[in-house]
T-cell receptor, first 108, second 119 residues
Framework: GNSVTQMEGPVTLSEEAFLTINCTYT??????LFWYVQYPGEGLQLLLK?????DKGSNKGFEATYRKETTSFHLEKGSVQVSDSAVYFC???????FGQGTELSVKP | GAGVSQTPSNKVTEKGKYVELRCDPI?????LYWYRQSLGQGPEFLIY????????DSGLPNDRFFAVRPEGSVSTLKIQRTERGDSAVYLC?????????????????FGPGTRLLVL
């Protein structure tokens, strides 16, 4: 069946460091792929999405590219800020299948 | 505009009791979803409504769990004979549910969740 495997956390970075959070998936068909973010004390919110192979989703400096050949949707940001500290979830579209989440902590 | 709202925000109950959790989706969204999130885990799908009907209830863990959406808007998740293992955050989400498009590509908008604790 469909599944998502996400890089384990927690990840701790210094401000302005480069971020990669790995996400790979197994799916029948070509569902959309999503990154959701959960800031401390807040609900889940969409960060970015891609609906087909080779699509790149981007928002708030974050990017992820839908790679069919490697079945991946890795999240990247060139320079993280303290305000990016949150839990990040990769998800497969439809009745969403989520990864287990990666906690990111950015230190000043 | 108003987002997805859920009530109550917290619910404490005793083992064996019955609970109801309510979700108000974004106005005009025909698709509504329930998920359950245990501590340190990603949300897990429970049930999906398209309009008034449950289009997919494959995620409901057993027959103690039931959900309704009688008028195609507000939904209630009902849990009978609660068990300690039911303790979790219950999340509701909605999406436009565009006709013919399916839900694969739609963004789901989440509510803040109901934190259920079964003692």
């Amino acid at each position: 069946g469909n599944s998502v495997t996400q890089m384990e956390g927690p990840v701790t970075l210094s401000e302005e460091a480069f971020l990669t959070i790995n996400c790979t998936y197994t799916a029948t068909g070509y569902p959309s792929l999503f990154w959701y973010v959960q800031y401390p004390g807040e609900g889940l919110q969409l960060l970015l999405k891609a609906t087909k192979a080779d699509d790149k989703g981007s928002n708030k400096g974050f990017e992820a590219t839908y790679r069919k050949e490697t079945t991946s949707f890795h999240l990247e940001k060139g320079s993280v800020q303290v305000s990016d500290s949150a839990v990040y979830f990769c998800a497969l579209g439809g009745k969403l299948i989520f990864g287990q989440g990666t906690e990111l902590s950015v230190k000043p | 505009g108003a987002g997805v709202s859920q009530t109550p925000s917290n619910k404490v109950t005793e083992k064996g009791k019955y609970v109801e959790l309510r979700c108000d989706p974004i106005s005009g969204h025909t698709a509504l979803y329930w998920y359950r999130q245990s501590l340190g885990q990603g949300p897990e799908f429970l049930i999906y409504f398209q309009g008034t009907g449950a289009a997919d209830d494959s995620g409901l863990p057993n027959d103690r769990f039931f959900a309704v959406r009688p008028e195609g808007s507000v939904s209630t998740l009902k849990i009978q004979r609660t068990e300690r293992g039911d303790s979790a955050v219950y999340l509701c989400a909605s999406s436009p549910g565009l006709a013919g498009g399916g839900i694969l590509g739609e963004t789901q908008y989440f509510g803040p969740g109901t934190r259920l604790l079964v003692l």
